[in-house]
């Protein structure tokens, strides 16, 4: 049954995967064993954050022992974000405690963990009626994310799904311990204050964490948690970007050390290893393969064969992945995908955006205004891969019906249920344990590794571990779709654009990601299921932040052969390229500086104009003039602009004897609240410099179904000495949090086009840049 049918009869599921002893990041536990008993959370999904001998929990959330060490439960992966670090400040924050006794324990998908924020924004994707669920205090998506214990990491949710339960949980727990405290003072509570660690009183020695936790579990939660004032933030300080944190890195030391534990860092007692085949694009059917080429070889297991993959199990991964190479798997299908059918089938949508689009948004009455547009242009986006450092990882041990499963994964409870079914186990028989990635930019959204694991750890008997090899990576998971955007405008007397319309013709990503996440269906079946249906969030931010008063976005689902999917970024990535590019193109033909222009559209949008002002101060914008190498672009990211983040980018770049040089790249953000502000920096650093990546490489060809290159060297990544200098400063604001982590990647890349038409007079309208030559 799946996910939707069971929506469908919203029967309750309780999933609670038994827990391993976790290892705290930071601090360690003691003996004794306490709980403390919560009566704020609905009893119908309990926590796996479970105390042990000489702790307490609180609601869930966070747990303390006696020696005063404070544990906070992590219900997402940690993928180099920092997530792990904010949930545990937002909790010392609100407890009270000092940051060197505070550690973190990630914890498997529980329905009292829903994130309820991503499964209101994806509701199109799961949701039969998308209308009725689309905010995330409605009864359908609580009930959907609760029920499938849905805590997806994904479109920067963290903290606007986690901030707020934690908070409570920790204020509740320090409310506790001050009566407890006050109650052995015979005090009022009132006259007590927490801070560092400890419960103090003028007239009284103060009292560690550790020394109230006994007496504590004894009283009843409050009614009403006793919230600070004011949740956890760093304030920016103009000029002074890298000001240094209060809360480094929980994750840092282990990291630093080499104890951090990624997926690929698991080792079980008697564990094999896997190397794997999957077919090519069109491909996907195994056909034969010789195994007679491995009779004999030393430190074979076996080999497992599948419908749509062949692996190999031997005492090293290595033996395994050379056993593979000797058998030689062909596989069958309708055919091996070609770049020029690719190129041909986007091409083909293309021309029919007249007759095959679909509205996604309007703003007064742009079919009659660009009946005769006065500007047009096209811009195309090439498929794009993800290559995080690690590749795809997973280790599973079965045994008496009942299967333990080590990963890092995006979406852990539908990478559990796929697994489940792979081998026709119930869920509750899949003990999850979640681990690190080294790296995702959301490629461990997808969880076919975890199907594949299950059914070779389930015939091999024995503890496995499966790890693709680059190659397999590469083929194995889908790229960011193609994209190709026809871009019109009606100009005014005064050169500014009064119409505006972007048509989009990519395929339907997220629908065909939903399928193979929620539903389980295979590549092609996901294809198939989302074919010709419009999706608005494969054409998120496509409606400019600029106050033009006839606006329109279209989007033209585009039916290919290739398996797509999300990539950090998300579509605004694709179609911020599209309108900022674009933006500067309107400037040049008005003859306008691209800031000025820019600035005299954003009279409905200060903090955005504030952004576009610093950035241009900061960057020494010198008006983009020809020969200058100097580009402009801005990125407003969210539903609504009250609750988005923003960022402004100038980009400094030219040509050299390699190709294009980016030597700068200055931004200003605006976030909201900064709960961390060294980790909002490493967030938007990282993030221009993935969108750098993605401006001058990342993307791949298909031969004979086969990606090309096929090796993270050939990608054009950007390397050490590529990188340019970065600055970056934030703009306090008293906003809720936006997550930083997307923001860069969407603003990069027409900020470096821009740039490159200022230092060469060529203006390129493809990413990557100059995969046409100039």
């Known amino acids: 049954m799946d996910l939707r049918e069971e929506l469908k009869n919203l029967g309750e599921r309780v999933n609670l995967p038994a827990v391993s002893r976790r290892q705290l990041l930071v601090g ?67 407890l009270g405690a000092d940051w060197r006794q505070v550690g973190a324990e990630p914890v498997p998908p529980s329905g009292h963990f829903p994130n309820l924020p991503l499964a209101a924004h994806w509701a199109p994707m799961w949701a039969n009626f998308p209308s009725l669920a689309d905010e995330p205090d409605d009864w359908l998506v ?31 727990a320090r409310d506790m311990m001050v009566r407890a405290a006050a109650e052995r003072w015979e005090v009022s509570a009132e006259e007590c204050e927490v801070s560092e660690g400890f419960v103090r009183h003028s007239a009284h020695e103060a009292l560690r964490f550790g020394e109230l936790v006994d007496e504590a579990r004894e009283l009843d939660p409050p009614d009403l948690a006793p919230l600070r004032p004011q949740a956890a933030f760093e304030e920016p300080v103009f000029g002074e970007a890298d000001a240094q944190t209060s809360f480094p890195r929980i994750d840092l030391p282990s990291k630093v050390d080499g104890s951090h534990l990624f997926a690929g860092d698991i080792r079980l007692p008697g564990m094999v290893f896997a190397s794997i085949r999957h077919g090519p694009v069109g491909l996907p059917e195994l056909f034969r393969f010789d195994e007679s080429a491995v009779a004999g070889m030393r430190g074979i297991v076996g080999v497992i064969k599948s419908k749509r993959w062949l692996a190999a199990v ?40 007249e007759d095959n689009f679909e509205r996604i948004a309007e703003f007064g009455d742009p079919d009659t205004a660009l009946a005769q547009p006065s500007f047009v242009r096209r811009y195309d986006i090439a498929p ?8 795809a990882s997973a280790t599973a041990r079965y045994a008496d019906g009942r299967l333990e499963l080590w990963m890092a994964s995006q979406a ?79 100009i005014g007397g005064d050169g500014q654009p009064v119409a505006w319309r972007a048509r989009v013709t990519t395929p339907p990503a997220m629908r065909e990601m939903g399928h193979r996440l929620f539903d389980n269906l295979t590549p092609e079946a996901a294809r198939a299921e989302s074919r010709g249906k419009a999706d608005p969030l494969a054409v998120a931010g496509g409606v400019p932040p600029y106050g033009i008063a006839d606006v329109a976005l279209d989007h033209v689902p585009a039916s290919i052969r290739l398996p797509v999917t999300r990539m950090r970024g998300g579509a605004e990535a694709i179609t911020g390229f599209f309108t900022e590019c674009f933006m500067d193109e309107l400037a040049f033909e008005a003859k306008r500086d691209p800031f000025l222009y820019r600035m005299a559209l954003l009279g409905g949008a200060p903090r955005m104009a504030e952004c576009l002002r610093r950035a241009s101060r900061l960057g020494d914008w010198d008006g983009g003039r020809p020969g200058s190498g100097q580009g402009i672009a801005m990125v407003r990211m969210g539903d609504t602009p009250e609750n988005a983040g923003h960022i402004a980018c100038v980009a400094q770049a030219g040509l050299g004897s390699g190709g294009a040089r ?42 004979n179904g086969h990606p090309v290159p096929r090796n993270i060297g050939d990608l054009g990544l950007p390397r050490l000495a590529d990188c340019p200098e970065i600055v970056v400063d934030f703009i306090p604001s008293e906003a809720e949090p936006f997550d930083a982590g997307e923001l860069g990647v969407a603003v990069a890349a027409p900020a470096i086009a821009n740039a490159l038409f200022a230092a060469t007079g060529l203006r390129m309208r493809r990413l990557p840049l100059l995969s046409e030559g100039l």
Not at 156 to 169: F, K, N, Q, S, V
Not at 384 to 391: K, R, S
């Open 28 to 94: 360690a536990a003691a003996t004794g064993g306490l709980l403390v008993a919560w009566t704020l959370w609905p009893r119908n999904y309990r926590s796996p954050m479970l105390a042990e001998e000489g702790e307490a929990e609180f609601g869930g959330w966070l747990t303390i022992g006696r020696d005063g060490v404070v544990t906070v439960a992590i219900p997402q992966l940690e993928m180099g974000q920092g997530i792990t670090t904010l949930l545990a400040q937002v909790a010392a924050v609100e």
């Open 142 to 172: 609580e009930r959907f994310a609760a029920s499938h214990s849905f805590n997806a990491t994904a479109g920067g949710t963290g903290l606007a799904a986690y901030e707020g339960p934690l908070r409570i949980a920790a204020a509740s």
């Open 314 to 353: 031997a005492q090293s991964w290595w033996i395994a992945d050379q056993a593979l190479s000797r058998m030689r798997a062909h596989f069958t299908g309708p055919g091996a995908l070609e770049q020029a059918v690719l190129d041909t089938e986007l091409e083909r949508a293309s021309e029919q955006r």
């Open 384 to 391: 794009a891969v993800h290559v995080p450092l690690e590749t």
């Open 412 to 490: 852990p409870s539908a990478a559990q249920a796929a697994a489940a079914k792979a081998i026709g186990i119930s869920v509750d028989d899949v003990v999850f344990y979640p681990v690190a990635a080294g790296g995702s930019f959301d490629a461990r959204l997808e969880k076919q590794h975890a199907i594949e694991i299950a059914q070779i750890a389930a015939e091999i008997g024995r503890p496995v571990q499966l790890t693709w090899s680059r190659v397999q990576d590469l083929q194995a998971t889908p790229p960011r779709a193609p994209a190709t955007a026809e871009m019109a405008a009606r």
């Open 662 to 703: 980016v030597t700068k790249l200055t931004a200003a953000v605006d976030i909201g609240r900064i709960v961390n502000l060294d980790i909002a920096r490493q967030q938007i650093e990282g993030g221009l410099i993935f969108g750098l990546s993605l401006a001058l490489g990342s993307a791949v060809r298909f031969e």
